[in-house]
């Protein structure tokens, strides 16, 4: 006997069909699973793809839940056949949830158990939040729902990308994660610039490099795959990959959108973006395939960077912050666009002129004007703009940090 019959409607689209029905609260909570992103191991392998629950928000939510007026015409998206434990469920018919065509597009789908074998992908709060309320009849309620059918866990995390990656409440560095989350399954020739960037930040965290271990995966960071002491820095995904982005791409969604023209494994190539006009100074390397040479180049960059300014840390130092990184790679930037030959660059060069400066003075601050000031000392200290070309209220800040 099953544990649950369903009607649905099946929609077909580009990436996959998938099934839109009704379901019980209570129903759904007892089948389904969420799994909150996390690396797993010393080479950056990810597993899960939420980011993590909020309990202020699922009690919030749960009262709203409580109230008249209480209404979810959103679906919940889940993926059907995909245990936490194991990943998909190929071969064991006892537990696969079944599909069976009536007529024209609709289905009944057949949940043979109660076991948690669905992955949810999008809506985990709204349905969590149902173990929150105090009328349990809420639970009753039906929800919509839509169902995909043995979704791979990276197809998964892309979906969930893909229906958040422009929302606030989403932190940046999980969408920008997800987005990458299954890089190695691809031939590097048909990484976006977003998936380029995110391989490479996971290299920069956990290879040998100025960054290793100083990045941090928003919703869960395993503090434990790294020797980490309390002096040191953590900087967000997002500000790195935004970092290497700058570099390659001026409109990376555009570049994606692009290549997603054409699926992986027939013709996605980066040749498919080369006719685009686009300033950023590493791009040429990018649409090459020469992925090893901007690596190294970055990671030259802030081996001086971490010689003539990390390793001269002065209190609560601005330069290891977000404000600061995002300087260090628009100075970086600036750099590469005036040098063509970038084998030939000695990054100590410029760096040694603002080695001596007192990043944590009262002059910088933690904000976007913060960056700014950052980058016009960086500037000025390399002839890149004049100190005329400054705020005549900073002219003399900027020249007292420098002398």
Request: aromatic fraction near 12%; charged fraction near 30%; hydrophobic fraction near 35%.
């Given at each position: 006997m099953s544990f649950l019959k369903l009607k649905a409607i099946k929609i077909d689209q580009p990436l996959a069909?998938?099934?839109?029905?009704?379901?019980?609260?209570?129903?759904?909570l007892e089948i389904s699973f969420s799994e909150e992103l996390q690396y797993i191991?010393?080479?950056?392998?990810?597993?899960?793809?939420?980011?993590?629950?909020?309990?202020?928000?699922?009690?919030?939510?749960?009262?709203?839940?409580?109230?008249?007026?209480?209404?979810?015409?959103?679906?919940?998206?889940?993926?059907?056949?995909?245990?936490?434990?194991?990943?998909q469920i190929i071969d064991n018919k006892d537990r696969r949830w079944k599909l069976t065509k009536s007529n024209d597009d609709f289905y009944e789908i057949d949940i043979p158990t109660n076991e948690k074998l669905a992955s949810i992908i999008d809506g985990q709060h709204r349905l969590n939040a149902f173990d929150y309320v105090t009328n349990q009849e809420r639970k009753e309620l039906d929800l919509v729902c839509t169902i995909f059918f043995d979704l791979s866990s990276s197809y998964q995390a892309f979906l969930f990308a893909t229906i958040n990656g422009n929302q606030k409440k989403?932190?940046?560095?999980?969408?920008?994660?997800?987005?990458?989350?299954?890089?190695?399954?691809?031939?590097?020739?048909?990484?976006?610039?977003?998936?380029?960037?995110?391989?490479?930040?996971?290299?920069?965290?956990?290879?040998?490099?100025?960054?290793?271990?100083?990045?941090?995966?928003?919703?869960?960071?395993?503090?434990?795959?790294?020797?980490?002491?309390?002096?040191?820095?953590?900087?967000?995904?997002?500000?790195?990959?935004?970092?290497?982005?700058?570099?390659?791409?001026?409109?990376?969604?555009?570049?994606?959108?692009?290549?997603?023209?054409?699926?992986?494994?027939k013709g996605r190539g980066r040749y498919l973006i080369k006719d685009f006009r686009d300033s950023s100074p590493l791009r040429n390397l990018y649409l090459n395939n020469e992925d090893e040479k901007i690596y190294e180049i970055i990671k030259s960059f802030f081996g001086s960077v971490e010689i003539n300014l990390w390793n001269n840390i002065q209190g609560?130092?601005?330069?290891?912050?977000?404000?600061?990184?995002?300087?260090?790679?628009?100075?970086?930037?600036?750099?590469?666009?005036?040098?063509t030959n970038y084998s030939n660059i000695d990054f100590d060069d410029y760096l040694n002129p603002v080695s001596g400066v007192n990043f944590a003075d009262n002059y910088f601050q933690a904000s976007g004007v913060g960056k700014s000031r950052i980058k016009r000392v960086l500037f000025v200290a390399n002839d890149f703009m004049s100190i005329d070309d400054v705020k005549e209220n900073e002219q003399s800040d900027i020249v007292r940090l420098l002398s």
């Open positions: 069909s998938f099934y839109i029905t009704k379901i019980k609260a209570k129903d759904l191991d010393e080479s950056g392998k990810l597993k899960g793809n939420q980011r993590k629950k909020d309990e202020k928000r699922l009690k919030s939510i749960g009262r709203y839940i409580d109230s008249i007026e209480m209404s979810f015409p959103n679906s919940i998206i889940i993926a059907a056949n995909y245990d936490k434990n194991r990943g989403v932190d940046k560095s999980l969408a920008l994660e997800q987005f990458g989350f299954n890089i190695d399954d691809e031939p590097s020739k048909s990484w976006t610039p977003e998936k380029f960037a995110v391989y490479y930040c996971r290299k920069l965290n956990f290879k040998e490099s100025p960054f290793k271990g100083k990045i941090k995966l928003a919703p869960k960071f395993t503090n434990d795959l790294f020797d980490i002491n309390s002096d040191d820095f953590i900087i967000s995904t997002a500000t790195i990959v935004d970092g290497i982005l700058m570099l390659i791409s001026s409109r990376p969604k555009r570049d994606r959108v692009e290549m997603g023209q054409h699926s992986i494994f609560n130092s601005y330069i290891i912050k977000t404000v600061g990184i995002q300087a260090l790679f628009e100075f970086l930037k600036k750099i590469l666009q005036l040098n």
